[in-house]
């Protein structure tokens, strides 16, 4: 089979990926974010039209189940802009999302990924209460056809996203990771996991690659510029996983010096082969800061004059064709 990138309206060649944002979002909540909330799908196709007119062709939106992923836009958006959008299945960490939908969610986990990624998105559970009380019983009105709500069965995730925790593992996480490499083995798909500031990314790789078989090659650390000491960098990067280089800066962009100090060390140790670049624009007040328009007017500008022109084409759409492309199996 030919190794194809799934996007929200059917897989790609990579050769036709382009200038990718390999990290980043255009609807999520959190109950940890309140009032931040991407939930405009008008705003959304506003960064999506930003984006490529400043060069951008591809988006992957780490947004997985239980977050808001607004899955019944993506396709949309994708054909009004031009843009190709990659979609995640998976869970973050546990706080991030309702306790009940959880529990409900424990049993039969991996095939739900699996089924996310083969077959379609599953539409979320709503989280926002009626805005008024019912008022007092009418007459039974007229049976009606009920109207046929915009469906994201069609539209099927391109990854797998998890979250390691900010202290010990927790048993939830445990489960969604065991969970997340039962969906790679049945379907090839990338593993994409968001790292805490006081992560241990070994332990992460133990967990995934030689706990439950998933190959390096197969895992994208995200938010690798939290963590500060560089020779954890350079041995993650000798075994093979791929870096999602996103900013922590509260301007929510990656064009800062803690982001480019990590790409300039990793490029120098030889590495440039693993690294991804992302904008992870997670908060309506980041998204204010440009996002991935600025990935592309500003960081890439400053690599280009410090390291060359190929180095731009490298991280921006040579290792984002390698990282996300797959041999989809079907189970």
């Known amino acids: 089979m030919t190794p194809t990138i799934r996007t929200v309206l059917g897989d790609l060649d990579p050769a036709e990926l382009g200038a990718t944002d390999s990290h980043d979002h255009l609807f999520i909540r959190s109950p940890l974010l309140p009032g931040e909330e991407l939930d405009d799908p008008a705003a959304a196709e506003g960064v999506l039209r930003a984006f490529a007119a400043v060069g951008g062709r591809s988006f992957v939106q780490w ?17 009004v802009t031009g843009v190709h959008v990659v979609a995640a299945t998976g869970l973050h960490q546990a706080a991030h999302c309702d306790p009940d939908t959880l529990r409900a969610l424990y049993d039969g986990l991996a095939e ?20 008024e009380p019912p008022g007092p019983p009418g007459p039974p009105a007229a049976p009606e056809a ?63 690659h030689v706990r439950h078989g998933v190959p390096p090659h197969r895992i994208i650390l995200g938010h690798l510029t939290r963590l500060p000491d560089v020779r954890v960098h350079r041995e993650l990067a000798a075994e093979g996983v791929y870096f999602a280089l996103d900013s922590p800066s509260r301007a929510g962009h990656p064009a800062d010096h803690q982001a480019f100090d990590v790409i300039a060390d990793l490029v120098e140790a030889g590495h440039a082969s693993r690294l991804l670049l992302g904008a992870d624009t997670t908060t309506r007040t980041a998204r204010r800061a440009g996002g991935p328009t600025e990935l ?36």
């Open 63 to 79: 947004t997985p189940y239980g977050m808001g992923r607004g899955a019944d836009s993506l396709a949309r958006l994708s054909r």
């Open 112 to 131: 739900r990924f699996t089924a996310e990624l083969t077959t379609g998105l599953t539409a979320e559970p709503a989280t926002e209460p009626a805005t």
């Open 146 to 208: 009920p109207e046929a709500p915009a469906s994201p069965a069609a539209v099927r995730a391109g990854l797998i996203k998890v979250a390691c925790d900010p202290g010990t593992t927790t048993a939830h996480t445990r489960r969604v990771m065991a969970a997340a490499a039962d969906a790679h083995r049945a379907t090839g798909a990338p593993i994409a996991v968001h790292l805490e500031p006081r992560a241990h990314p070994h332990l992460v790789l133990n967990r995934l």
């Open 296 to 331: 592309l007017n500003d960081l890439v500008p400053r690599l280009a004059r410090t390291f060359g022109p190929e180095l731009p084409g490298l991280l921006l759409t040579a290792n984002p064709a390698a990282a996300f492309a797959t041999d989809w199996r079907t189970p």
